[in-house]
């Protein structure tokens, strides 16, 4: 019987309920729930502390420690944007168009590869704006997926 097991828990946070995906010791998604409370753990056991602890870091500085084993599923492509993603310093941004020119793509397939990002913060695609504007934010141009992106960018400003 194999050790590693994927697991689930729920994280508070200032921008809302995450709920954090692992597979044995890497972090392979989070989900932004929402402030509603109603959302129960299916597994409350779950240890995940090294990300728990890191997230706290987090919202406490606008660091994210890149101590967390990731496990992303994506294509090439994805993987070499969001590997661009986490070279982007806190409290900074880039645009799509940057960030395209550096890989000879369209700013539209960078969106694209930002939208399918499987672990926000962890890789800071929140950090990618448009020539002209906020751009997006887990596909969404308006709505609470935006207000997340502009609080999670101003505090980073914040704790420069």
């Not at 972090?27 to 502390?49: A, C, Y």
């Not at 660091?63 to 944007?81: A, P």
């Not at 960030?99 to 369209?106: D, K, N, P, Q």
Request: glycine share 10%.
């Amino acid at each position: 019987m194999s050790s590693e097991q994927a697991c689930s828990a729920l994280l508070d946070s200032p921008v809302g309920l995450l709920r954090v995906h692992t597979y044995g010791d890497c972090l392979t998604g989070i989900e932004f729930l929402g402030h509603s409370k109603s959302v129960h753990d299916q597994n409350p056991d779950v240890s995940i502390e090294a990300i728990r602890v890191s997230l706290s870091e987090y919202f406490d500085s606008g660091i994210i420690k890149n101590n967390i084993k990731k496990m992303l599923q994506g294509t090439e492509f994805q993987r070499k944007v969001w590997g661009i993603l986490e070279s982007i310093p806190p409290g900074q941004t880039r645009t799509y168009g940057e960030i395209a020119h550096l890989l000879g793509s369209s700013p539209r397939a960078v969106g694209n590869a930002c939208r399918k990002n499987p672990v926000p913060i962890f890789v800071p695609c929140h950090r990618v704006v448009a020539a002209h504007g906020a751009g997006g934010f887990m596909g969404k141009t308006s709505g609470s997926p935006m207000a997340i992106k502009r609080w999670l960018l101003e505090h980073e400003q914040n704790c420069r």
